[in-house]
């Protein structure tokens, strides 16, 4: 060993500065609220199945998808595959579901999760306990540092969990929640007390489970309410907005430096931005205009399309992509889309898509 190492673009970096903060901190940058040279890009999925390398790995190995989650080399190789595209950041290959296992509620994955034992009851719900994160999800720090290791000082790597509400519709419903999520509502008339301490089991468990990432090295945290849109404006607000109070204030309590973002589904942005967040992540109808006036002292995020991703032209991709650079300005902005890659979408799209954000650049003369 020379005290260097190569990282994922081919540069030798030296190892006592790989834990540093990353060389490209665009991102970062962006999400504390700052002006920078061009509109760094991630994109939600962008670890999946749209990529042919991603499907290798699966038809190489043989594994269940949560198997995979628990397998750290391979979640570390699937992690970076993305940065060959050029992204700003990767995210933990991981699933939203993933703590909720030690709590008693394991979900295997036929293609979509599935909970063998759904929450029917209050006695099915005290069952689901409180643990030890860094004991029963080792592998989750793992997966971080060799991600890191392979990442080596280039690139940030984010880490993630699902917001409480959506992990307790997804016990609720025994998969992925549809529809009005029928079920999550009854149990939550018939057994409000239940429901309210499931909820507040699963708020600790969540704020432990992304402290320990912070603690593992990951550069910024979202929180997904991937079932936001279920929920009128009053739900939203009795029964997801404290969680996410309370998970982004110890939080920042915890880890004052590290960014969060909280993406939830359709919702509007002044609602979102009550969460705490230091930043929204907007879906594909919302004006980032309108976001960044909600988060006047916060960073927006979003929000090209994905249905344009999956099915428009490489024209249309890059017309989208610039079209919302130039509502974001460089400023406070962090290129995504409104939600996750979708199956199927051609490859030639999302590198369409990233290249277009590295070239787009605004002049501040064109922001008058």
């Avoid at 700052?34 to 999925?45: G, H």
């Avoid at 190789?77 to 394991?106: K, N, W, Y």
């Avoid at 994905?306 to 992509?321: H, I, K, P, Y």
Wanted: charged share 25%.
């Amino acid at each position: 060993m020379d005290g260097y190492e190569t990282d994922v673009l081919g540069q030798r970096v030296s190892t006592s500065a790989m834990n540093a903060r990353p060389r490209n901190d665009l991102i970062l940058r962006a999400m504390s609220g700052k002006r920078t040279e061009r509109t760094p890009v991630w994109l939600m999925r962008q670890a999946g199945r749209f990529d042919p390398k991603y499907r290798e790995l699966r038809e190489r190995t043989g594994l269940e998808l949560e198997q995979l989650f628990a397998h750290p080399e391979y979640a570390a190789e699937i992690t970076v595959l993305p940065v060959r595209f050029g992204v700003d950041a990767a995210i933990l290959f991981q699933d939203i579901l993933t703590p909720l296992g030690p709590m008693g509620a394991p979900f295997v994955f036929r293609p979509g999760p599935v909970l063998e034992q759904p929450i029917r009851s209050p006695s099915d719900a005290e069952r689901l306990i409180e643990y030890d994160c860094e004991e029963h999800l080792a592998f989750v720090p793992q997966s971080i540092d060799l991600s890191l290791d392979r990442l080596a000082g280039a690139t940030p790597l984010m880490g993630f969990a699902g917001a409480p509400l959506t992990l307790l519709a997804f016990l609720l419903e025994g998969g992925s929640p549809r529809g009005d999520a029928a079920r999550m509502r009854a149990f939550f008339a018939r057994y409000p007390a239940a429901a309210k301490s499931l909820l507040h089991r699963i708020t600790n468990v969540t704020v432990d489970y992304l402290r320990m990432q912070i603690d593992a090295g990951v550069h910024a945290v979202q929180l997904f309410e991937s079932c936001a849109s279920m929920f009128i404006d009053a739900e939203y607000r009795e029964l997801a907005l404290p969680s996410q109070r309370e998970i982004f204030q110890l939080l920042r309590e915890y880890a004052p430096d590290t960014p969060t973002v909280l993406f939830a589904r359709d919702v509007q942005p002044d609602l979102m931005a009550e969460s705490g967040a230091d930043v929204i992540s907007v879906g594909a109808g919302v004006s980032l205009r309108e976001a960044k006036r909600a988060m006047p002292r916060g960073a927006v995020q979003g929000n090209v399309d994905n249905q344009l991703l999956l099915s428009g032209t490489v024209d249309e991709v890059c017309d989208a992509t610039r079209a919302c650079i130039r509502a974001g300005r460089h400023d406070g902005h962090v290129l995504n889309l409104g939600h996750g890659v979708l199956p199927g979408t051609p490859v030639a799209n999302v590198q369409a898509l990233i290249d277009a954000a590295h070239d787009c650049i605004i002049q501040e003369k064109e922001e008058q």
